[in-house]
């Protein structure tokens, strides 16, 4: 079974033309399209966010300012000081507990019940010897085992608690002894407030499609409404930040609010799908003018395939005979000017110019190179070389001038290895000696005013590599880093080391470094001697564009050369 791009191959050109026209015009409508799309979800989430955001601020701000006003008036009636007396009194008669009842308590209650609506019932737990009065008065003995009383008791400042299951909500605190002195009473002052009213807020936002949770310090949900039974458990938005939840593979999107006056937490969700829904009409649109544009590219390709085409393949059927073969010596003419003629003229010329660079430019440049290397390496006359350099040595011996002595071997060590006995190819480990005994040299000249670090894994030491690549990166250091740098110790570091199938060499100096702009065109500048472009052509000639230098330098920073070549282990001979 042939393959998509097999078919197109076998197609006509004219219904390639065709074809692509259709593709070239339907991608960029459907980028478009997708593109218009994302972005119209996005602002519609981005603008429902916002929304639900303001809308939960409200509503949470009411409840808050409810929950301030009872707070105000818990702290009113608890520092009240008829109430406060009536509260911490060891009574010794029915009398004086019913004339407490009739002219403080119970007058006390009823006006701040009846100036406030949202208050169910105020009731005082006393812990003295009172008797039951209504729901206004009771021992605090009865609520000993409710899970909220000792959090009331050990806290100073006003609680609130609120029970889902039987719909109540209501603030508890402590009221304080008195000031004569005396073993103050365990008294609790509870302030019930009517459920429906205080979450009116919270049910309202319910008309927008939404769920909501109120949970409080601890993670208790103590108030809920959702519009639906598959909704996401409070423990599923409370493990994730603001901005959205997945629960059963439906995306949540989900705002927070405080409400600073009982520590707790609202928290608003809504499904994505209801908020993007809005955006249907516009994939609508979208595949309608992608139909209008099919039908119109339609017309249209069928109008120029028909004018281009004729005139191609004419040219096909000159061309056909010669380019099929291989042969590169292909010779077609026209006497047209029109773009077929000169597409003609120019396939000619094409086929000309790459005989021209296959037969001489790309040969003559590898030739180029080796000779250059072959010239600068027969510069010197090794046998000559190595005689003087000998005639130094035992010279400096016989006076005693190890440094001179030093010297020469060291001399005679660098030219040994760079002269390579004229090969094009070395070692690695030849290759670290040259560079070795360069920079041993080196710092000699330069009274050991720099050091140098080597950091070589001696398993690449056995693989070849071409002559000369590190020397002129390891020179480079010297001369434009450390001589350059105005104060502190110079420092070089080599690095050898292999990666998978290449080996990795990396030559950094802390010296004056360089900016991006002459980074950039380092490896194109022709400094006239044998640099870094040079190595670069050499490496990338031999190895492959793959290989190379790489530059990392910043001003007053220091320089890092980075040379990739490949693992080989290529015959010495060459």
């Not at 490896?523 to 230098?549: A, H, M, P, S």
Request: net charge negative; with cysteine.
């Amino acid at each position: 079974m042939k393959s998509i791009l097999g078919i197109f191959k076998d197609l006509k050109f004219r219904k390639k033309i065709l074809l692509s026209y259709l593709l070239v015009s339907i991608v960029p409508i459907s980028i478009l399209g997708i593109f218009c799309y994302q972005q119209t979800t996005a602002l519609l989430l981005s603008q429902e966010k916002t929304n639900l955001q303001t809308s939960l601020q409200q509503a949470c701000g009411a409840i808050n300012n409810q929950l301030e006003i009872y707070n105000s008036l818990s702290d009113y009636l608890a520092f009240d000081a008829d109430l406060m007396e009536a509260a911490n009194r060891t009574y010794n008669s029915y009398l004086e507990l019913y004339d407490v009842y009739t002219n403080t308590i119970t007058p006390t209650f009823l006006a701040m019940k009846n100036l406030h609506d949202g208050v169910d019932h105020i009731t005082l737990y006393s812990g003295t010897n009172v008797e039951p009065h209504g729901d206004m008065v009771l021992p605090i003995a009865e609520i000993h085992d409710e899970p909220w009383f000792d959090q009331a008791m050990d806290s100073a400042r006003i609680n609130w608690f609120c029970d889902e299951t039987a719909q109540t909500v209501f603030s508890a605190r402590r009221i304080p002894g008195l000031a004569d002195g005396k073993e103050s009473k365990k008294n609790l002052l509870c302030i019930a407030l009517n459920y429906d009213t205080l979450f009116q807020s919270c049910q309202e936002l319910l008309q927008n499609q939404c769920g909501i949770y109120l949970v409080d310090a601890e993670q208790t949900v103590l108030f809920q409404q959702y519009n639906s039974d598959e909704e996401p458990p409070a423990v599923s938005l409370l493990q994730n930040g603001e901005g959205s939840v997945s629960w059963k593979q439906t995306e949540y999107a989900m705002i927070r609010a405080d409400i600073p006056a009982c520590g707790w937490q609202a928290i608003l969700y809504k499904p994505t799908h209801l908020i993007t829904d809005a955006a249907s009409p516009i994939v609508l649109t979208v595949l309608c003018m992608i139909c209008i544009c099919l039908v119109v590219i339609l017309l249209m390709g069928g109008l120029l395939s028909r004018a281009v085409v004729s005139r191609i393949e004419k040219l096909r059927k000159n061309m056909q005979q010669v380019v099929e073969t291989g042969n590169m010596t292909v010779f077609v003419n026209s006497r047209s000017r029109d773009e077929v003629g000169d597409l003609i003229r120019s396939f000619q010329k094409m086929i000309a110019r790459i005989n021209l660079l296959i037969n001489e430019v790309y040969k003559e440049k590898l030739a180029q190179k080796e000779a250059e290397l072959k010239a600068l390496q027969a510069q010197i006359n090794p046998h000559f070389l190595y005689n003087c350099l000998s005639l130094i040595n035992w010279r400096a011996i016989r006076s005693d001038a190890a440094d001179i002595s030093e010297i020469a071997q060291l001399l005679s060590s660098f030219y040994r290895t760079t002269l390579n006995k004229g090969k094009n190819l070395t070692s690695v480990e030849n290759e670290l000696r040259n560079i070795r005994s360069y920079l041993d040299i080196q710092l000699i000249m330069h009274s050991h005013q720099f050091i140098v670090h080597y950091e070589i894994d001696d398993r690449i030491y056995p693989y070849t590599m071409l002559n000369l690549l590190l020397q002129p990166l390891v020179e480079n250091a010297v001369i434009h880093g450390i001589d350059q740098k105005p104060g502190g110790t110079g420092c070089i570091r080599i690095v050898g080391r292999q990666e998978k199938n290449a080996i990795i060499f990396q030559v950094e100096d802390n010296g004056v470094g360089m900016d991006a702009a002459v980074v950039s065109h380092l490896l194109e500048k022709d400094t006239g001697g044998y640099g870094l472009r040079n190595v670069q052509e050499r490496i990338q000639l031999y190895y492959g564009k793959e290989y190379g230098l790489f530059i990392q330098s910043a001003p007053n920073c220091g320089t890092t050369i980075t040379l990739t070549i490949p693992a080989r282990t290529d015959s010495l001979g060459s």
